[in-house]
């Protein structure tokens, strides 16, 4: 199963490569999104229980897409800085990879020297994913989203390729759009769970709120429930 996700996963840091070098439009632009969470919640991990700024700055030049992105806890018990790249192949396809950089035992991310890239000391972690989406009759998504390098590593110093796939699908509800969601841990590792199992179950939606003319707030909660952890969360976000 490892030996088949790699393969899936090196073929797609090949296609991302490809992507990156086509020829880039002038008509590409540049956008800055600002937000404030109650808690920073991914793939079921509880990654930092208090407010969080987060944003994400993005070059998009037709279907490539480059940008950083960054959190930060209030009580700066947490922070992250990734790079992510990605490439939009068709409305059904697209794919991504991201250069995750972030303290894992919460302490300041300082004590963590960005250039190195040993595998056995690094703080780095790259996660490379495939997204699809089925149909506008049938509006299911599917992502599978596999940790290729850095500190994913077994007992032995071995790379645990940890693999989470989720499953997305948008119903209305009163006239709104709820997306449900189930998460899966694709086999044993020491990020998502001791075994293969849902880890990430829930719902989001979201809502426009319009301050003045010229201004307006993105807002939305999602419902987070992991029956591995046996935990469950409500997270609250605004954008700006």
């Keep these: ?42 793939r079921g991990i509880m990654v930092s229980n208090t407010a969080n700024f987060e944003m994400d700055m993005a070059y998009t030049n037709e279907n490539f897409t480059f940008g950083a992105w960054g959190g930060y806890a209030f009580d700066n018990t947490y922070s992250e800085f990734d790079f992510h790249v990605g490439y939009k192949f068709s409305d059904h396809f697209n794919v991504a990879v991201w250069d995750l950089f972030a303290n894992r035992d919460r302490a300041s991310i300082d004590d963590y020297n960005y250039l190195d890239l040993d595998k056995s000391t690094t703080n780095h972690l790259i996660d490379a994913s495939f997204n699809f989406y089925v149909a506008d009759n049938f509006p299911l998504s599917v992502s599978w989203s596999t940790m290729l390098y850095g500190r994913d590593l077994d007992a032995n110093g071995d790379q645990n390729y940890s693999t989470y796939v989720e499953f997305g699908y948008p119903v209305k509800i009163g006239g709104e759009t709820v997306s449900l969601f189930a998460g899966l841990n694709a086999f044993e590792n020491q990020v998502y769970g001791e075994s293969f199992g849902f880890v990430n179950i829930g719902a989001s939606a979201s809502r426009t709120v319009k301050i003045t003319e010229n201004f307006s707030l993105n807002t939305w909660a999602k419902i987070g429930i992991n029956p591995q952890a046996e935990t469950a969360n409500l997270i609250l976000g605004i954008g700006f």
């Design 1 to 42: 199963m490892k030996k088949i996700t790699f393969k899936l996963s090196a073929l797609l840091v090949l296609m991302i490569i490809t992507a990156s070098n086509l020829t880039v439009n002038a008509q590409g632009k540049v956008e800055v999104s600002p937000s404030v969470t109650t808690r920073h919640y991914w």
